[in-house]
């Protein structure tokens, strides 16, 4: 079984630009999670989705910050425009229940922001 | 809010000897706690869960975790450490109420390194 997959693993732009992270979840997950590390600090969750639906977006930082998951399939998290203080990793986990216990999560993508 | 603590950054242990990594908690409701493991440059993989029952969970690898409510902590162990556990070990908990959702919140992470 494939696992969650996330492009680019790494992405360095200048402060200003756009960035695009995509996350192909296991195929059959309905529910599908952003989080990220910065700083080398602690995980935090961004927002979840339900298929093509944004269940939770509590953790979203703010408006510079645009999930989609069209189709219910991958989902990207687009930055726009690119702040220093984005920079860090972030991760992308699906489950096939809401309330699975186990997530499955990516490899991550670095972003660094100059 | 829910919020955890791993008070270590980074554990030092020789092969062969018992690990422990630390984790305390703090959720309004009843604790779903997990442990998850990144080796280097792979996604966070999932190690264990306490949902309820028995307070010593046993999980992946050879690693168990005790949970004690009344010091509401869930530490990680492992009797006999190997090179190989060299990671970053991540603490999460989410409240065990449905209304609370799947969002977990993690702790800031410990990196152990396992000496031969």
């Known amino acids: 079984e494939a696992g969650v997959t996330q492009f680019p693993s790494h992405s360095v732009i200048e402060k200003g630009q756009t960035v695009t992270l995509r996350c192909d979840p296991i195929?059959?997950?309905?529910?599908l999670y952003w989080y990220r590390r910065v700083m080398g600090k602690e995980i935090k969750f961004l927002l979840h989705?339900?298929?093509?639906?944004?269940?939770?977006e509590s953790g979203m930082p703010n408006n510079r910050f645009l999930a989609e998951r069209t189709g219910g399939t991958y989902s990207t998290l687009k930055v726009q425009p690119a702040e220093l203080e984005d920079s860090g990793v972030y991760f992308c986990?699906?489950?096939?229940?809401?309330?699975?216990?186990?997530?499955?999560f990516g490899s991550g993508t670095q972003l660094s922001v100059l | 809010a829910q919020s955890v603590a791993q008070p270590e950054d980074q554990v030092n242990v020789a092969e062969g000897n018992p690990l422990t990594v630390k984790c305390t908690y703090s959720?309004?409701?009843?604790?779903?706690l997990f442990w998850y493991v990144q080796y280097p440059n792979r996604g966070l993989q999932f190690l264990l869960k306490?949902?309820?029952?028995?307070?010593l969970v046993k999980g992946s690898y050879g690693f168990e975790a005790e949970f004690n409510k009344s010091q509401t902590s869930f530490h990680l162990k492992k009797p006999s450490a190997l090179v190989s556990d060299s990671a970053l070990y991540f603490c999460?908990?989410?409240?065990?109420?449905?209304?609370?959702?799947?969002?977990?919140?993690f702790g800031g992470g410990t990196r152990v390194l396992v000496k031969p």
């Open positions: 306490y949902i309820t029952g028995d307070n």
């Open positions: 986990a699906s489950s096939h229940r809401r309330w699975d216990e186990k997530l499955f």
């Open positions: 959720v309004s409701g009843n604790p779903y």
């Open positions: 195929s059959g997950h309905d529910n």
């Open positions: 989705f339900v298929k093509e639906s944004k269940q939770d």
């Open positions: 999460a908990v989410r409240d065990g109420a449905l209304a609370a959702g799947n969002k977990l919140t």
